[in-house]
């Protein structure tokens, strides 16, 4: 087991975090003009890099769903007709793709029935993956059938989707039933990755802020309580980066690791929520202006918190695995 970040990982993060990081009007546009979406080329661990590094500016990019998931999903799955049609164009930004992970859908005789909610960016994708028993379809916002409703969740745009008979033919179908299980893998595996860029950078705000706001004449990370309270949360962000890439290595080499998995997506809810706390409480009154930046780190890092579940869901999930171990 090696999380040594290959030549390739370091240069891609690297990048992502040069342009990220000079905040352009449009970041998308920005990142497929490097090829930073070029996913036919990287593994997971180097879109986990990129995730990091999005993570770190509160990026509401939208590459986990439409790079990770979306355009992996069809190279893994797809046919060559739709590696053309859906996969290239959005290696060069002009296609989105989102997938409803939880949803209630079924797919009877080609007809899609069902609804789903909190889709991220569901208003604006141009393709919706929906997971089913029966494999992975393809629904575009045109589609008869297809009613989609915005909706905000923790400040972004969401979208919840009603799928009333919609029909698709099978060029519209991811047919393996593994695939389901594969998009609902990385995208857990990627929301830590975001988490920990996300938990990352927050700290950083807090510590710096912590030694530069001054009180009763001494800058309050003086204090030990202050001093302790950013201490764990460094614990925490460690323990998020760990197992994250615990999770992502043994993801990647195709080697058992649903128990890795659960372990991560954990850290990232529960030490990602103290993490964010404490941003918030060590800013004081700045920390919950909405203005502020760490305001919008701490919306983030609650999103990816809850997202596919929470902490108390990855502990029961984590149980059930153990207690179905072989002794």
């Known amino acids: 087991m090696d999380f040594t970040p290959s030549e390739a990982h370091r240069e891609l993060a690297a990048l992502t975090r040069l342009i990220a990081t000079d905040q352009p009007q449009d970041l998308w546009k920005e990142l497929a003009a490097a090829g930073v979406l070029s996913a036919a080329d990287f593994g997971l661990l180097e879109q986990c890099g990129v995730l990091v590094e999005l993570g770190r500016v509160a990026s509401e990019a939208p590459y986990l769903e439409t790079i990770v998931l979306g355009a992996g999903a069809i190279a893994a799955f ?7 049609t859906w996969a290239t164009p959005a290696a060069r930004g002009e296609l989105r793709i989102t997938p409803a992970l939880e949803n209630s859908a079924v797919l009877d005789s080609g007809i899609l029935t069902g609804s789903a909610s909190a889709v991220a960016y569901g208003t604006a994708a141009d393709l ?6 029966d494999g992975v379809v393809a629904v575009q916002p045109s589609d008869n059938g297809l009613v989609i409703t915005p909706q905000n ?69 003086a204090f030990q309580a202050v001093r302790q309270r950013i201490a764990d949360a460094y614990i925490d962000v460690e ?16 080697l ?49 918190e809850f997202s596919l579940g929470g902490a108390t869901a990855q502990l029961l999930a984590l149980g059930d695995l153990l207690a179905a171990a072989p002794l």
């Open 239 to 254: 323990a998020i980066r760990l197992t994250l890439w615990q999770a992502a290595w043994r993801l990647a080499e195709g």
């Open 128 to 133: 919706i993956f929906v997971p089913t028993i």
């Open 78 to 84: 797809g046919t060559v007709a739709q590696q053309t």
């Open 153 to 221: 969740v923790g400040g972004r745009a969401c979208a919840a989707l009603r799928f009333d008979g919609v029909r698709l033919g099978s060029e519209r179908l991811l047919p393996d039933p593994s695939a389901a299980r594969w998009l609902h893998d990385r995208a857990t595996v990627g929301l830590c990755a975001l988490q920990l860029g996300t938990v990352e950078r927050a700290l950083e705000l807090t510590a710096a802020y912590a030694a530069e706001r001054v009180q009763f004449g001494r800058p309050i990370g």
């Open 256 to 304: 058992p690791c649903a128990e890795e998995i659960a372990t991560a997506k954990f850290w990232a809810a529960d030490g990602g929520h103290r993490v964010a706390h404490t941003a918030v409480h060590l800013h004081g009154g700045v920390g919950i202006d909405v203005s502020h930046p760490v305001h919008r780190y701490f919306l983030a890092a609650k999103h990816h």
